[in-house]
């Protein structure tokens, strides 16, 4: 059996209503290579894993809390040596393992590549203020120029096994998402002089779940959070999680 040449984990929880769909668009890529797809269920109480089950075997639980911890223990199940991180939430287009392929092809100096999402519930405001994505575009643009560090996307994520050896993979403490475990990976990658790209065009489909939480308020503490925490490490080169 040969190696896959990506393995796809998907963090997961209590994703029943929407991984569905994430599966689904991972199943129907153009990529001719073998690759697999790795689902770590994080404790959900709702029907995630049993739905999981129907599109690959590689289901797994993790029952230390937090994204961090589920991808961790994807790293630890996958077989290949480039990893990509896709969030259960989201839909990514049939091109996207090919276009990730195809970007380490041509960029063999990097360590990792990230993309933006499009909200698909951000509303006709966020949208017409920042379409098609570009409010990450622009915002980690704007933070790379100022603290010379390149933000990411744990959602939309493709990186080398060995950086995140490098590194020590993600980290553990983090359980609530605001808080950006992949800011965290982002520093280290940049602490550990590894280069990080950030393709614009490597968008795929997200929801903001605004029906849950206020997206202003939420708009306003990743911003913020993003700001303090580059600001810290550029004055004491220290990270804080």
């Not at 120029?145 to 590194?167: C, E, K, T, Y």
């Amino acid at each position: 059996m040969r190696k896959p040449s990506v393995s796809v984990v998907i963090p997961a929880y209590n994703e029943a209503q929407r991984i569905t769909f994430c599966l689904s668009s991972l199943k129907k890529q153009t990529l001719r290579e073998p690759y697999e797809l790795i689902v770590i269920d994080n404790n959900s109480t709702d029907d995630t894993v049993h739905i999981a089950k129907r599109f690959t075997k590689r289901v797994y639980v993790e029952h230390a809390p937090g994204a961090g911890n589920a991808r961790n223990a994807g790293i630890l199940h996958a077989q290949s040596d480039l990893i990509v991180f896709v969030d259960a939430d989201c839909i990514v287009p049939t091109d996207y393992l090919k276009k990730i392929i195809h970007i380490f092809t041509k960029h063999t100096d990097i360590s990792a590549v990230s993309g933006p999402y499009e909200y698909a519930d951000s509303g006709k405001l966020f949208t017409w203020i920042w379409p098609n994505g570009n409010y990450f575009t622009s915002l980690f643009s704007l933070l790379r120029r100022m603290f010379g560090v390149q933000p990411i996307i744990g959602g939309n994520l493709a990186i080398r096994r060995s950086a995140l050896h490098d590194v020590g993979g993600f980290e553990k403490t983090i359980q609530d998402v605001t808080h950006m475990d992949d800011l965290t990976l982002a520093i280290r990658l940049h602490h550990n002089h590894l280069r990080v790209f950030f393709d614009p065009s490597l968008k795929i489909l997200s929801y903001l779940r605004v029906e849950e939480r206020s997206l202003l308020k939420d708009i306003f503490s990743r911003t913020y959070r993003l700001f303090g925490r580059l600001t810290y490490y550029a004055v004491f080169h220290k990270i804080k999680n």
